[in-house]
């Protein structure tokens, strides 16, 4: 960490400045005009305004939190600095779209994204003194919100990003809500004023007492005698059980095809989780396992590929599973042997190969008559319970939900056991964990197994529930996908996966306009969350000590006189 | 005496070399056949070597990143295909420019050194910025946090770039000096191809003297050694790392250029597999080692270009070129398996 | 009998010849010093026990049974343990944690144990946080035994690396400058705390240590080597007495102008 020095204002503008790159991507990569159309506010204001009023509004944040240890007036003139320059940034790059035809260099840079950011219709100074105005209200907001008190600031920011989120969840809201409340909720774009602002109020209400009450909840909790401390959480897991289990009938088809969808994630992410967050092994080639998974239920389900037909006999859907999970299984294996003998970070880069030699291979016309080469394999089965097949996605979601559940348990006992532990000394220290007697490359390849079956299972699932199996649908952004819904909830932590899936497969599929630039907001989100949060939104408690060692770097280890020599050897 | 053995060799060493031996096998069967059936003339062969050498050459400006940055911070810098991929999109530009008011073809000499400096400025920025940003701040935290971090910032760049230049793949602007062929006595060189290989070999050269000769240089070397050591002797180690992040950068930016004259196309995916494969160049030739990194790219270009004509044709497997990038990829498990210390051997300290 | 046997050893790295010819015979239930000026070889020898480097000749033999060159996991398995020059706990879990999976060798869960928790799982993980209590009580830190590890003050982290190492029951405990960095109190607290374990465990310890005061107080054995060469052995009287090894500190401390090694060689001649 670098040494501490009085706050200068040019620190300010350097937030500024960091700040405005960030808005002019947004609109240089089209997410302002993407989210242009959807109102938040109706008629008052846009997703696209609110997205580039809050860069200017955390960078004028960053700016104030950096001031505070200074006088009140740097820290509110920072804000405003901060603020200002995002405006400004976004208003040079409004006047010169025109003047320079950045057009012929970047897509995005036409007449509505200098319409979005020069509203009103104005000349083009007048928008822009406007821009900088409203960046600079925004330095003096995130500079003002600094000095109230953290219980009061934490709710207002989250019921602003509340509000927000219930605007853009409009289209999947309105047919869940009563009739009524969607009607005083929503305008046909947009929440409607009173209703942002009753929300507002309530979120602010609702996490105000919460926040406040937390500890004393948790306290009460704790302080319980452990049976009856039991019987709540027993009654809590059946609740939420009991409310898992209706929910498709809850949320009706739509929502149950993108919880099916989660669902498959968090399979995959419980399994990636042994391999990442308990044994600390970086695994990027993950969906080479999913694939096999989803490969080997196609193949032996299918009626097509008459070559593989000659050999096996077609199966159904519960007879081709315990296949599918087993190759996954033994591909573990296979790949883990040679792949867990190279050291450290090599095993991130050797996995990844693996994942694209085996995408390459599917997809070659060599094994064509096996796996159908390019073109896939349709046809595959779907899960049948007595008589009748499962092909809504309402129906599927009880497979998957069973599937969670397994994979859950089998996670969650791992890591309290003498794997756990002996997977958690692997990943803080592998030559202290081989001096406690851990066979190295047999534990490691035992959470890789792990690892593998679990994406087997999801993908045998995946596959039967596609129906049909195409090789693109294997690449590498799955891999980075499940890592990055690892990172986001809590790299260990098994409600973090949850979290983790929700937000990243479930909101981009709720959010239309998201879709295009899911993988621009993954990459920024990763950097942002190792940067800032490295231990996830929902961590584990040993994490949070582990990755924020930055910060405290073991003082106590290091030997406080000086007196221990330097290592021999 | 089996005791002995087992004592040594663990059953997995045992399966490792089986898989070895396996493959060591089937490339021989494979070639053997291949060259005995006559399938291929020696000018073929030639031109494939040829071709695999420019390419590889390509591989080896790029590996000179990862090596440099691996060899200081030992760590894998995931992002450094996009910085070469934004090299390609200045060049793009700069030659679209010039193609426009006629300069490609009046002055092709000029207008290629200018779409150097262009791709080259542009990569080294987005390098420097990126260790300054992403990379510094995490410079102490454990070794999965840096590693993540890259893989993020190598998919912001990468749909940064598509955002920006947009999703489809661009024809990169003929340069007339540079199409046609030279003949060479039996060969016949690529215009293209000769003008990887001069400059590969300046950018070598240059870049040799730097690190060699240099204050900079010595300063590189000596953070790559011992980073405390290095500031208690009173070199600024944020500073010199961020001049590897540079020169990284410009090797790459060049590296992009060549690569829009030989291969004639930009798009926002192409960092991504020039860059794993980079990155098997640089460990093939001891990752941390600079000449190691431009012989690992060559031996990878060549053995990608040759290999699947040679042995893949001859075991008998259909439309072998598909399975190009996937010999890369072996070569790359191959080596970190069985020799992660590359042919040259590592010049910066092993790191476990 | 001798227990742990190394005889002949010789590594090198590069051109560096770190340990020339070393031959070191540890009797069983005896504690046997290492010592020497700095750079003197002594824990690359420990490395070469323990199996994190292969000597290029020489061979060790633990109970009959040549060790060298094999995994440090085997060599582990094996019953020899050891702590670290600079203190190598998982920092961020328990004391107790740390204790438990020290004791990974007499455990059994394996996977299905571990996802099914059958009644023996059960009973053994209970037996084993018993067993670590036991052991962590031993070096008295049971009254600590939920701290994060890296919370301890200094002296206690070396003690609880001590408890870690003795809870896969070795027969041979490998301790690297076990006092390194305490203060007088804490060092005559590990002194003692050495001494149960060869007296009330019957464990063989290999011992690395600077201050001579512990190593002449403790030593059954002492073996003294000087640039990868052994240059006298015997026990603490011998050595004290040796002309050879007061040379090998006060030379070394002219040379180089620090009085480090003149403090030491005072402490050797004098105490």
């Not at chain 1, 990844?352 to 394999?377: C, N, T, W």
């Not at chain 1, 979601?397 to 532990?421: E, P």
């Not at chain 2, 009046?106 to 150097?116: A, Q, R, Y």
């Not at chain 2, 080596?335 to 590592?346: M, N, T, V």
């Amino acid at each position: 960490m670098s040494i501490d020095r009085p706050f200068r204002l040019t620190d300010a503008v350097l937030y500024g400045l960091y700040g405005g790159i960030a808005a002019l991507l947004i609109a240089l990569v089209g997410m302002a005009e993407a989210f242009s159309k959807r109102e938040i506010i109706a008629d008052v204001i846009s997703m696209a305004q609110v997205m580039l009023m809050g860069v200017a509004f955390v960078a004028a944040l960053f700016a104030a939190n950096k001031a505070q240890s200074s006088h009140r007036s740097i820290t509110v003139a920072s804000g405003i600095i901060a603020g200002a320059m995002v405006g400004l940034l976004l208003a040079l790059l409004a006047l010169a779209i025109e003047p320079l035809n950045m057009r012929a260099m970047f897509v995005n840079a036409n007449r509505q994204l200098v319409a979005l950011l020069l509203p009103f219709d104005q000349t083009p100074i007048i928008g822009g003194v406007i821009l900088v105005g409203v960046g600079a209200l925004m330095g003096l907001a995130a500079a003002a919100i600094t000095y109230l008190p953290s219980l009061l600031r934490r709710s207002l920011l989250i019921s602003l990003v509340g509000v927000v989120l219930i605007a853009l969840l409009e289209d999947v809201l309105v047919v869940v809500l009563p009739k009524n409340i969607g009607r005083f909720v929503y305008e046909s774009n947009g929440l409607t004023i009173a209703g942002a602002v009753v929300l507002f109020v309530l979120i602010f209400a609702i996490t105000y007492l919460w926040l406040a009450q937390r500890d004393n909840v948790t306290r009460r909790f704790d302080r319980m005698p452990p049976k009856q401390r039991r019987i709540w959480s027993f009654a809590a897991t059946i609740t939420l059980l009991v409310v898992l289990f209706l929910l498709p009938q809850l949320i009706g088809p739509y929502l149950s095809e993108v919880s099916d969808l989660v669902g498959f994630y968090i399979i995959m992410a419980l399994g990636l989780n042994v391999v990442v967050g308990f044994a600390g092994l970086l695994d990027l080639g993950y969906v080479a396992f999913f694939a096999i998974g989803a490969y080997t239920m196609a193949v032996l389900t299918t009626p097509e590929l008459p070559i593989v037909r000659a050999v096996i006999p077609q199966l159904n859907f519960w007879q081709a599973l315990p296949f599918a999970v087993l190759a996954a299984l033994i591909a573990g294996v296979l790949l883990g042997v040679p792949v867990l003998k190279t050291r450290g970070d090599y095993l991130a880069i050797i996995t990844l190969g693996f994942g694209e030699i085996i995408r390459l291979v599917v997809l070659s016309d060599a094994l064509k008559p096996f796996l159908g080469g390019a073109q896939g394999v349709t046809g595959v089965a779907r899960p049948t319970l007595g008589s009748s097949v499962t092909d809504s996605p309402q129906e599927f979601y009880y497979f998957i939900l069973i599937g969670i559940l397994i994979a859950w348990f089998i996670t969650a006992r791992l890591k309290n056991s003498r794997l756990g532990r002996a997977w958690m000394a692997i990943r803080e220290d592998e030559d202290v964990a081989a001096a406690m007697s851990i066979n190295l490359v047999g534990y490691k390849l035992l959470a890789f197994a792990t690892g593998a079956t679990l994406a087997g299972l999801s993908g045998a699932m995946f596959g039967s529930k596609l129906g049909s199996m195409v090789p693109a649908s294997f690449n590498v952004l799955v891999s980075i996908n499940v890592l990055a819904v690892l990172i986001v909830g809590g790299m260990g932590s098994l409600p973090g996966v949850i979290v983790g899936a929700l937000v990243l497969i479930g909101l981009p599929e709720l959010l239309r306009e998201f879709n295009e630039f899911r993988w621009w907001v993954y990459g920024a989100v990763l950097v942002v969350m190792m940067l800032y949060k490295p231990e996830g939104l929902w961590p584990e408690a040993t994490r949070v000590r582990e990755l924020r060692e930055d910060e405290e770097p073991n003082e106590s280890i290091e030997d406080p006189t000086g007196l221990a020599k330097p290592s021999e050897a | 005496m089996f005791a002995r053995f087992r004592r040594k060799y663990d059953l997995t060493d045992v399966i490792l070399w089986l898989i070895g031996a396996g493959l060591l096998l089937a490339i021989v069967y494979g070639s053997f056949v291949t060259l005995s059936s006559g399938k291929y003339t020696a000018e073929q062969w030639l031109n494939f070597v040829i071709f695999g050498l420019a390419q590889g050459g390509i591989y080896g400006l790029i590996a000179l990143g990862y090596t440099m940055v691996y060899g200081i911070l030992g760590m894998i810098n995931f992002a450094h295909g996009e910085f070469f991929m934004f090299g390609t999109f200045g060049a793009f530009f700069m030659a679209d420019y010039l193609a426009g008011n006629g300069m490609l073809e009046s002055n092709p000499f000029l207008s290629i050194v200018l779409m150097l400096l262009v791709a080259m400025l542009v990569s080294a920025t987005i390098a420097v910025l990126t260790e300054r940003i992403a990379y510094r701040p995490l410079r102490r935290a454990p070794r999965l946090v840096p590693l993540i971090t890259a893989i993020g910032v190598s998919y912001f760049l990468q749909y940064t770039a598509r955002g920006l230049f947009g999703s489809g793949v661009e024809a990169f602007p003929n340069v007339p000096a540079l199409s046609g062929a030279v003949a060479l006595g039996p060969i016949s060189l690529q215009r293209s191809q000769i003008a990887v290989f001069i400059s590969t070999a300046v950018l070598l050269a240059i870049l040799w003297l730097m690190v060699s000769k240099t204050k900079v240089g010595r300063a590189i070397r000596s953070v790559a050694e011992d980073k405390d050591a290095a500031a208690l002797m009173g070199v600024d180690v944020d500073r010199t790392i961020a001049t590897s992040f540079a020169v990284g950068g410009i090797m790459a930016g060049a590296a992009g250029v060549m690569y829009g004259l030989v291969f004639r196309q930009v798009a926002f995916y192409m960092g991504f597999v020039p860059g794993i494969k980079a990155f098997t160049a640089a460990v093939l030739g001891g990752i941390g080692n600079l000449p190691g990194a431009v012989l690992g790219g060559l031996i990878l270009g060549v053995i990608e270009s040759v290999g699947p004509s040679l042995f893949l044709d001859g075991i008998g497997i259909p439309s072998p070129h598909q399975l190009k990038d996937g010999i890369a990829f072996t070569v790359l498990v191959l080596i970190l398996i069985f020799r992660p210390s590359g042919i040259l051997g590592e010049r910066l300290s092993k790191r476990a | 009998m001798d227990l742990l046997i190394a005889k002949n050893i010789n590594k090198r790295f590069g051109g560096l010849q770190a340990l020339t010819a070393l031959d070191v015979f540890v009797a069983e239930k005896s504690i046997h010093s290492v010592i020497g000026p700095n750079g003197a070889g002594k824990t690359t020898f420990f490395n070469c026990i323990t199996g994190f480097y292969k000597p290029e000749e020489g061979e060790v033999v633990f109970n009959g049974e040549e060790i060298q060159g094999m995994q440090p996991a085997r060599v582990a398995q094996r019953g020899i343990s050891r702590t670290y020059q600079n203190i190598r706990l998982f920092a961020n879990v328990t004391v107790l944690e740390n204790v438990l999976v020290g004791m990974h060798r007499h455990l059994h869960t394996g996977w299905f144990g571990a996802v099914a928790r059958f009644p023996k799982n059960n009973q053994e993980e209970a037996a084993a946080r018993e067993e670590g209590m036991r052991i962590l009580k031993f070096v008295d830190l049971h009254r600590k035994a939920d701290y994060i590890a890296k919370n301890l003050p200094y002296g206690e982290q070396r003690r609880l690396e001590i408890a870690r190492a003795l809870a896969g029951k070795p027969s041979v405990v490998l301790l690297d400058e076990p006092t390194a960095g305490m203060n007088p109190r804490e060092t005559e607290d590990t002194t003692t705390l050495i001494r149960r374990l060869r007296d009330d465990l019957g464990i063989t310890i290999l011992l690395i240590e600077h201050d001579m005061r512990v190593v002449m107080n403790v030593s059954d054995q002492i073996t003294v080597l000087d640039f990868g060469k052994k240059i006298a052995e015997g026990d603490a009287l011998a050595i004290r007495s040796n002309p050879q090894v007061i040379e090998a500190y006060l030379g070394r401390g002219a040379a180089t102008g620090s009085n480090y090694g003149h403090r030491q060689a005072a402490a050797v001649a004098g105490s």
